[in-house]
């Protein structure tokens, strides 16, 4: 039972490349989140999907975009990455969307950004 | 939005000792969790407790959803409980972490 399922786990960039983060759970769930985790300011929601079919901003939601695949998989994508955009994502997964049903997260992705 | 705080920012045990960690929270709510992160970075479900208390083997946990407040009881503190405990609340949107309290625990 894999459960949240990043890829990849490390990642350099330099300015201005572009590359996705994959994001894949098999719990059946509902919705889907990015979070970003910066040194000081815990997680930080980046955009979420409450159902397959539908996409919705967080608290920072700039310089990135997001494609609910199908019900299993959550794509986050950077168009054209910049220094400011270096942190530890996670993906996670609920059975139900909005505020409610317990939370599960993958293992992270570290991004670096030069 | 809701506004999260947690307390203390940084908590240093010897092992053995008990410890209790703060969660405020700004606004009704219907989901809270805690999390551990371990030194490895990974995000560790500890208790789904919207309300009420819960326990798990040293762990226990209270919510008082009345008064926008939650405690994680830590006893017997051994050096793995080191990490960040993160509050994690939600009303009708997803949920909004707090800034985490940091453990160290030594031997």
């Known amino acids: 039972n894999a459960g949240v399922t990043q890829t990849p786990k490390f990642q350099v960039l330099k300015t201005g490349q572009s590359m996705t983060l994959q994001c894949a759970q098999d719990?059946?769930?509902?919705?889907m989140y990015w979070y970003r985790q910066d040194p000081g300011m815990g997680l930080r929601l980046i955009y979420y999907?409450?159902?397959?079919?539908t996409t919705d901003k967080g608290e920072v939601p700039n310089g990135y975009n997001v494609s609910r695949l199908n019900k299993r998989e959550f794509s986050l994508r950077l168009e054209s990455a910049a220094p400011s955009q270096t942190s530890v994502y996670f993906c996670?997964?609920?059975?139900w969307g909005g505020g409610a049903g317990e939370l599960f997260f993958g293992e992270g992705s570290r991004l670096t950004v030069l | 939005g809701i506004q999260v705080e947690q307390s203390p920012p940084d908590l240093i045990l010897q092992e053995g000792a008990n410890s209790t960690l703060r969660c405020n929270f700004s606004?009704?709510?219907?989901?809270l969790q805690w999390f551990h992160q371990n030194p490895w970075g990974q995000l560790i479900n500890l208790f789904y407790i919207p309300s009420g208390t819960k326990q798990n083997g040293r762990l226990s946990a209270t919510t008082v959803a009345t008064e926008r407040y939650s405690l994680l009881y830590i006893s017997s503190s051994q050096t793995t409980d080191s990490g960040v405990y993160f509050c994690a609340v939600g009303g009708n949107t997803p949920l909004v972490f707090g800034k985490g309290t940091r453990l160290s625990v030594i031997a």
């Open positions: 719990m059946n769930h509902n919705s």
């Open positions: 999907s409450a159902s397959e079919g």
């Open positions: 996670a997964s609920s059975e």
């Open positions: 606004d009704s709510v219907n989901n």
